[in-house]
């Protein structure tokens, strides 16, 4: 009589238990990494998006002329700008904006400065056009 059992032996089991637990092992380990990663980089995401959104304030505020580009939150905390300032209050975040002139440009700079000693500067150029 032939008595041949199928299936798997204790040795194949246990290779095959070790095999997915490295990887997912691995994958967790890689998870966390990037997730921390991810938080470290989060207050110089929060200074980009306070930078970006004074300088579209500043763009915007040009009233389509060339002599009006000037910051209206560096002169007032009303409007849109008092949200950007209780906003930079909260997260620790100082933010300063020059316009400097040459030829005909104009050159915008908003530097927004972490609590940590690191800096986020934004620039563009407004040229005089007709």
Same mark, same amino acid.
């Given at each position: ?11 194949? %089991? ?7 637990? %490295?990887?997912? %092992? ?44 000037? *910051? ?6 009303? +409007? ?12 620790? %975040? ?22 940590? +000693? ?9 040229? *005089?056009?007709?």
């Amino acid at each position: 009589m032939n008595n041949k059992q199928s299936g798997f032996t204790i040795i194949e %089991l246990v290779i095959f238990i070790t095999v997915i637990a %490295l990887v997912s %092992l691995g994958i967790i380990i890689t998870f966390e990494n990037t997730m921390r990663l991810n938080y470290s980089q989060t207050p110089f995401f929060k200074a980009a998006a306070l930078a970006r959104s004074r300088m579209e304030i500043i763009i915007f505020n040009r009233q389509n002329n060339y002599v009006g580009v000037s *910051d209206p939150c560096s002169v007032s905390t009303s +409007g849109i700008c008092a949200a950007l300032s209780s906003f930079a209050t909260s997260e620790n %975040l100082t933010v300063l904006s020059t316009i400097s002139e040459s030829g005909a440009n104009k050159t915008i700079t908003v530097n927004v400065n972490l609590n940590n +000693g690191n800096s986020y500067p934004l620039q563009t150029i407004v040229s *005089d056009y007709e």
